[in-house]
């Protein structure tokens, strides 16, 4: 359990943050200048809050009320920034060594070829970081934090200097970091898509405030979940794959719904997150046919949320789980959209881009 509380001054608003993240995956999010990485630098210890408490698994690290505060290096804390920060006169498998030197000698140690094997990252430890591309430096990055043996780590943007091809390359490594080393991680994010791959909790930040937190998918599912606002707004079904197809597609099953997505390469079976962004869902009355559309979810209205522009986002619930569109009020009057009333969602397989699919 991550426990933090914490209040300081910043240019324009007072931050005032508190929250507690169970086991797994706890992703901050919210727009640049929210106090994001005010509060990541609180928890590691680089800034002394004006007031704080911190705590990781019940061991304190800074309670200002009692006079308590270790210093960064005693926190037993992974840090991964934006670059990975790696010491350029060392190899990338020295780098690693590096980390293991800090971990604490009564601490569980971690296996180094365990995780060079869960990083990919065999081919390069002869190799200095001058050599390695974004993407690489930032799995060594990783590497070396998970092998000094943290506590917690803690991810600022680390996807946030990469290409788009780089964070494709990078994501299912934090996935795997998430479901199979049992450390808890502190990542700060702006990405609904990282955020969707990711979280297991989210917590919403606003000049300096929580606007929501709880488990990721249940608040990604809600309609008044607009931090960044209503264009990225998407929910996020739970899926397994059943089946590839010749023609390059793979059929997932999502609450015994068929779901078509291009082609996926995992193994049958394998658990699947599927971020499906509101402005790619149109609805309709009645079951379509004759469309070119291949995922049409049936469902009920939940909510209709309508604002002061021309838009509204309705969230229905289906077998398959929430699933939210953005349509305009004119055609929520036209079609009486209301809550209980039965519609059909149509999403079109190839608005479903790669970087919405995780495990």
Known sequence: MLSVDVSHPMQGFDLNVAFEAPPGLTVLFGRSGSGKTT???????????????????????????????????KRRLGYVFQEGRLFPHLSVKQNLRFGQWFAPKDAPQ????????????????????????????????????????????????????????????????????????????????????????????????????????????????????????VRSVGAVIEARIAQHHDDSLSELEAGGIPLFLPHVGLDLGTPLRVRIAAQDVMLSLEKPTGISALNILEGRIDQVRSGEGPVAIVSLDTSAGRVLARVTRRSVEAMGLAPGLKVYAVVKTVSIAPQDVGG
Request: aromatic share 4%; proline share 7%.
């Open 110 to 229: 971690e296996d180094m070829a365990r995780v060079v094997e869960m990083l990919g990252i065999g081919d390069l430890l002869s190799r200095r970081p001058a050599s390695l591309s974004g993407g690489e430096k930032q799995r060594v990055a990783i590497g070396r934090a998970l092998l000094a043996s943290p506590r917690l780590i803690l991810a600022d943007e680390p996807l946030a200097a990469l290409d788009e091809a780089r964070k494709a390359e990078i994501l299912p490594y934090f996935e795997r970091l998430r479901d199979e080393t049992g450390v808890p991680i502190l990542y700060v994010s702006h990405s609904p898509t990282e955020v969707a791959r990711l979280a297991t909790t989210l917590v919403a930040l606003d000049e300096g405030r929580v606007v929501q937190q709880g488990p990721a998918i249940e608040v990604l599912g809600d309609p008044l979940f607009t931090p960044s606002g």
């Open 39 to 73: 509060v990541i630098n609180a928890v590691a210890g680089l800034l002394r809050a004006e007031r704080a408490r911190v705590a990781v698994n019940g061991q304190v690290l800074s309670d200002t009320d009692q006079a308590l505060w270790q210093p960064p290096h």
